[in-house]
């Protein structure tokens, strides 16, 4: 009886409703039931799902490859503007640590800068002097020999093992003097006497803009930096001094490295009596600025005229010399001397190299490289992933001995 009296209550219980609970309401059979109104999304949930963020993301990437594009191109129609600059940007970082030497032995800035000037523009005169002389003392004897060795070329292609008869040497011949003597190529040489023109142009508003960088870099920059406050401020004095770091460095590193390539393979030139050693170690030297590719078509070149003035073998054993310094330069000098100048890798390096070419031609493959290691570096100064924290040019001068 206990037992019985015990589950009465649970009996009572279990048939009671639960407060807040709804009972659900009879249907009449054939009574329509109405539908719930449909929840609207909010105006921004499109955008909220997965589809919806690649979609934002693919319009800001859009827009901004757009806005390189238009850069770009707008910085093309001026590049008699933008290449003299970059150039002389590149040249005052490389100089600088002179002139804030001789500024710190007592000169004042205007005639630090001047005789560091002027000591490159006899650099640069001197170069040119040498070159032009040698080519002009040794282009007679290389004229020879270069008619010597082509008649031997047309003689082996005559009896070689390709059977190629005189007839079809005649008609190779005379379309390339058909095609020298052609319109094409007078309108080719219009196009490179204005092309001589924009270069004289533009070397020499470079050497103004240079003098002006190399005296009153600091006055720019900070005429440049009027706008901005606070930490803004801070991280933009810092791509400054970091541009002038990695601009510098490489500059002086690649000169470095050039400055081995010429006189290894001069060394080499001279020891084989190839002509125009010295005319082709200075060839070296400059092309060497072009990573990658310029020491190596240099190399070509100094071999071709091996070739032509003394034999396949002397040929054989420059090319083996140039690959043997290329080799020596990429894994000794370059890790040694350049640093952490520039931090690139090599697939990088080769983009820019050719992107550079597309755009400017022979310059812009030598302006792309330090230009993408200054946006590399730029990059990692924004976001604070620079490793080199300290000052990244201690010789520059306090901010109040800036010349007048």
């Given amino acids: 009886m206990s037992r019985a009296t015990h589950q009465a209550p649970n009996e009572e219980t279990s048939g009671e409703e639960t407060p807040g609970e709804e009972t659900p309401s009879e249907v009449t059979p054939g009574e329509v039931t109405p539908a719930k ?76 800068t001047g005789l560091a000037f002027v000591a490159l523009l006899l650099l ?40 190629i008869d005189r007839e079809q040497l005649n008609q190779a011949r ?33 050497v103004v803009i240079l003098f002006f960088f190399l005296k009153d870099g600091a006055k720019i920059w900070n005429f440049f930096l009027r706008p901005f406050s606070g930490q803004r401020e801070a991280k933009l004095r810092r791509v400054g001094s970091r541009t002038l770091e990695v601009l510098g460095g490489y500059v002086r590193g690649t000169a470095i490295v050039a400055l081995v390539d010429a006189v290894a393979i001069g060394a080499a030139l001279l020891i084989l009596q190839v002509p125009l050693a010295f005319p082709l170690a200075i060839i070296i030297f400059m092309t060497a600025f072009i990573p990658l590719v310029g020491a190596t078509v240099a190399g070509i070149l100094a071999a071709l005229v091996a070739l032509v003035a003394n034999g396949p073998v002397v040929a054989l054993i420059v090319v083996a010399v140039v690959i043997a310094v290329n080799q020596l330069e990429g894994d000794l000098l370059q890790p040694i001397v350049m640093g952490k100048s520039l931090q690139l890798h090599a697939l990088v390096i080769l983009m820019a190299l050719t992107a550079g070419t597309i755009l400017a031609g022979i310059i812009g493959a030598v302006l792309s490289v330090p230009m993408a290691a200054v946006i590399w570096a730029v990059i990692q100064v924004w976001t604070a992933e620079d490793p080199n924290l300290e000052d990244m040019n201690p010789d520059l001068p306090p901010p109040a001995s800036q010349p007048a």
């Fill in 174 to 206: 005379e379309g390339i003097i058909q095609f020298a003597t052609s319109s094409q190529v007078r309108s080719g040489a219009i196009t490179g006497l204005s092309v001589v023109t924009e270069f004289l142009a533009g070397s020499a508003l470079m």
């Fill in 37 to 112: 109104p449909r929840e609207r999304k909010p105006p921004g949930a499109l955008w909220a799902d997965g589809f919806g963020r690649v979609g934002i993301r693919s319009a800001q990437v859009l827009l901004i490859l757009a806005v390189a594009v238009a850069s770009v191109y707008a910085l093309m129609q001026i590049k008699l503007l933008v290449i003299p600059v970059l150039i002389a940007l590149i040249l005052a970082a490389a100089i600088g640590p002179f002139v804030n030497v001789l500024r710190r032995r007592g000169l004042p800035g205007a005639a630090a």
């Fill in 124 to 163: 640069l005169a001197g170069v040119g002097t040498v070159i032009y002389f040698s080519v002009r003392s040794q282009w007679a004897e290389l004229a020879q020999q270069a008619s010597s060795g082509l008649d031997e070329l047309e003689q082996f292609l005559l009896t070689g093992p390709i059977p």
